[in-house]
């Protein structure tokens, strides 16, 4: 979990003190809804950082987004999924 996102409108994150990552769940499944949230949680985290590595990867812009107010930051950012998606097809 990104903490920089934790104190964010919008943003929930996983639940403390439970188990998070996937590697934690192999021997395991998870039990109780706070281990099916974070486990929910930890998988799409992954696919979403997968995502942004291969949008980083063809738009070098990404891999470092200049000083920008936040707000810009964002547009920059799903401009740059919108052409990943709207190329993809």
């Excluded at 990552?21 to 809804?33: S, T, W, Y």
């Excluded at 949230?37 to 979403?48: D, G, I, T, Y």
């Amino acid at each position: 979990m990104d903490s920089g996102y934790a104190g964010e409108h919008g943003y929930l994150g996983p639940h403390k003190r439970h188990r998070y990552h996937l590697k934690e769940f192999d021997d395991r499944p998870a039990q109780g809804p706070n281990e099916v949230f974070n486990f929910h949680h930890a998988s799409l985290r992954n696919v979403v950082e997968t995502l942004f590595g291969v949008v980083k990867a063809r738009w070098h812009m990404l891999k470092g987004v200049p000083h920008y107010p936040r707000e810009k930051q964002d547009n920059i950012i799903k401009a740059g999924f919108a052409l990943y998606n709207y190329l993809k097809k």
